[in-house]
């Protein structure tokens, strides 16, 4: 049976961070942030509590616990999220109507493909942690309009929902929060070097064309992470941003970068490759965009994910569907401008937004090419497994809509320690001091952030 649809006109607020607060604390609390008004690239946020069910994958197992029943399975975990969301006859008016929300990380890749076991696993969280969502909060930002959708809900449980989001939450003091220790990296200079050596021998033996090689800091702290979330979308504020309060982690994302969405039926991916760092002097900021743009080596490295993605997404997509509309296009961030391309395709019928997700993972602009021997590298080269780091952040709704980031940018807080990555692809003509640089310009905001609530 097909859930049933309801939709309510909210008040619209320019803040849902403010929304989110009242809510940032409860078990399952995702935040999907347009990061509005900071930043003016994106257009929805969507706030939700409470799902009907949950779906953990750890290793070869997939926890799935349901009205507080909890069975276990082997099966594939992308299949498992497909099963639990019943298709909708709602409108497609609004991007989400209810269905599955949370994060995929770069490692559940292991159960999609062989790699090797090398590097140590000392993020100790889920593969997959995925809520299903029968309500959610929709702010359209270009509309000024605020939505609440939900399926399944008793009308006492609609209206409690209607009176909680149509006002704003008393303003509190945010919760406190504090680093107390230096920020340390698993990769120095000399290391990273190391590392840059062989990933150039392997491009000179033929065995990749680029790798994404990356560091992991880590700090100890204490206290409330949304409270970093709130200073984070002030820093660093980004389109693709989200913050998710999961039962073992808390995830702090500022990502700029789409990986796949899905609008009844359109499919469309963004992959970033090339970066220059934000200047403070306008004439000199505008020569880091020229320099961009006219780079050879960054346009021939965001050209070769651009053909790995359309491969990619052909798996899926309607024989002869996949373009490529806008190609090394510059957009400016906080810190950073980026060289982005835009791919587009139509899901063939017979395939769900799922089966899309699945045939891309992980995404192509932070692995390399070909993607599995450069996996393998990672694997190699990296001394910690990635984790949340280059999975996927977003939904996957009832309606067969999607919409998901890359999972760069992005902070994971557990155990008292926040951590996160910094790091970039690496080709025949990249310079290993631009490089390691280069992961410190894309880490800037994030250590800024941390520097913010050292002691």
């Known amino acids: 049976m097909s859930p049933t649809n309801k939709t309510f006109l909210l008040p619209y607020f320019t803040d849902s961070s403010a929304l989110f607060s009242a809510i940032a ?28 069910c949950t779906l953990v994958t750890q290793g070869n197992i997939t926890q799935i616990t349901c009205d507080a029943i909890t069975t276990e399975s082997t099966l594939d975990p992308f299949d498992l999220v497909k099963a639990e969301l019943l298709p909708s006859t709602a409108e497609h008016e609004l991007p989400f109507n209810g269905g599955a929300m949370g994060y995929f990380s770069y490692d559940l890749a292991r159960r999609l493909e062989k790699l090797p076991v090398i590097a140590t696993d000392a993020e100790h969280i889920a593969d997959m942690a995925i809520g299903i969502y029968t309500w959610a909060v929709i702010v359209d930002h270009h509309q000024q309009q605020s939505y609440l959708v ?61 790798v994404n090689l990356a560091q992991r800091f880590i700090a100890e702290c204490s206290g409330s992470p949304w409270t970093a979330y709130l200073k984070l979308r002030e820093l660093n504020a980004a389109p693709f941003s989200g913050y998710l309060n999961l039962p073992d982690a808390q995830v702090l994302s500022s990502s700029p970068e789409r990986f796949l969405k899905v609008t009844e039926g359109t499919v469309e991916t963004k992959p970033i490759k090339g970066t220059r760092p934000r200047k403070e002097n306008v004439t000199e900021d505008e020569q880091q965009i020229h320099a ?140 290993v001091a631009d490089e390691y640089q280069e992961s410190f310009d894309k880490a800037k905001a994030l250590l800024d952030l941390l520097k913010e609530f050292s002691a």
């Not at 942030?33 to 799902?51: E, K, L």
């Not at 120095?188 to 392997?202: C, L, V």
Request: glycine share 8%; hydrophobic share 35%.
């Open 25 to 52: 604390e409860q078990p399952w609390a995702i935040f999907l942030d347009s990061g509005f008004p900071n930043s003016q690239q994106g257009r929805y946020d969507i706030i939700s509590t409470s799902p009907i």
């Open 292 to 431: 961009l743009q006219n780079s050879y080596k960054d346009k021939s490295e965001n050209l070769m994910i651009v053909d790995l993605l359309r491969n990619d997404i052909g798996k899926t997509c309607k024989k002869g569907s996949v373009k490529v509309p806008l190609i090394f296009n510059v957009e400016s961030y906080a810190t950073v401008h980026h060289l982005v391309s835009t791919i587009t395709g139509e899901l063939d019928d017979n395939q769900h937004a799922l089966d899309l997700l699945k045939t891309c993972f992980p995404g192509g602009s932070i692995t390399g090419a070909p993607k599995i021997r450069s996996m393998e590298v990672i694997e190699e080269l990296e001394p910690n497994r990635r984790g949340v780091y280059c999975g996927a952040i977003g939904y996957i709704g009832f309606n067969g809509n999607m919409d998901t980031n890359i999972a760069i940018r992005t902070l994971v807080h557990s155990n008292n320690t926040i951590r996160f990555w910094a790091g970039g692809g690496i080709v025949n003509d990249s310079d």
């Open 150 to 210: 939900g399926h399944t809900q008793t009308d006492v449980e609609w209206q409690a929902l209607i009176d909680q989001f149509s006002v704003l939450p008393p303003s509190r003091a945010n919760l406190p929060f504090q680093v107390t220790s230096t920020v340390r990296s698993n990769m120095d200079e000399g290391t990273y070097q190391t590392a840059f050596k062989k990933i150039k021998q392997y491009l000179k033996e033929g065995d990749c064309y680029q």
